[in-house]
């Protein structure tokens, strides 16, 4: 059964803290990792996606870092605001095969930034 | 573009009533898909399509059928509604290049479905 095990699945910090949000996989094929950000009443929206021929990849206050020996890869949000609070989904997929493009979700974890 | 759209927002149901909740997209995405969402599950596959007349079932397609007539249409059918379909369900889109999926999927509003 492919899985994306994600931890914590609840995280309290402080205004301007960093946050880290960890996931890990166990099917060597996926080859798309994507992290999904969920506001209450909305459907996810893509933040940031990584592929496993780079190690790390920085969008604004967002990166990701990504171990592909130990097959994780995590969220680290700088300085975060009130406003990131919401739910994150890490994903995993693969490009070939049957299955191509069908995203394999981890069980999300609510995020709280205290202002 | 309006994206992607799902209506209704909410429904109630009885147990054993049938219904279809509709997913549209307007960005000409080959691929589309379904999704429930669960407390504490994540989001699990329930059906998915590479095209039009082209369907394939996910990780929970029980109790569930869809068909792709068109590009732009994707409808979920509940044929026996059951308790256990009550959930948040959402569709979600994505494009293809030379046959293969680019994987930033799209996802729709959702639907929130209640069984009673």
């Known amino acids: 059964q492919q899985q994306v095990k994600q931890s914590p699945q609840s995280l309290i910090v402080q205004k301007g803290g960093i946050p880290i949000i960890n996931c890990a996989y166990e099917?060597?094929?996926?080859?798309?990792f994507p992290w999904y950000q969920q506001f209450p009443g909305k459907g996810p929206a893509l933040l940031i996606a990584i592929r496993p021929d780079v190690s790390e990849k920085k969008e604004g206050r967002f990166t990701i870092s990504f171990n592909k020996s130990a097959k994780q890869f995590s969220l680290h949000i700088m300085d975060s605001q009130p406003g990131d609070s919401a739910t994150y989904f890490c994903?995993?997929?693969?490009?070939?095969?049957?299955?191509?493009?069908?995203?394999?979700f981890g069980k999300g974890t609510k995020l709280s930034v205290k202002p | 573009n309006a994206g992607v759209t799902q209506t209704p927002k909410f429904q109630v149901l009885k147990t054993g009533q049938s219904m279809t909740l509709q997913c549209a997209q307007d960005?000409?995405?080959?691929?589309m898909s379904w999704y429930r969402q669960d407390p504490g599950m994540g989001l699990r596959l329930i059906h998915y399509s590479v095209g039009a007349g082209i369907t394939d079932q996910g990780e929970v397609p029980n109790g569930y059928n869809v068909s792709r007539s068109t590009t732009e249409d994707f409808p979920l059918r509940l044929l026996s509604a059951a308790p256990s379909q009550t959930s948040v369900y959402f569709c979600?889109?994505?494009?293809?290049?030379?046959?293969?999926?680019?994987?930033?999927?799209?996802f729709g509003p959702g639907t929130r479905l209640t069984v009673l």
């Open positions: 979600a889109s994505s494009r293809t290049l030379g046959g293969r999926v680019i994987n930033e999927q799209f």
């Open positions: 994903a995993a997929s693969t490009n070939y095969g049957g299955s191509q493009g069908n995203l394999i």
């Open positions: 099917n060597t094929a996926f080859d798309y």
């Open positions: 960005m000409n995405h080959e691929y």
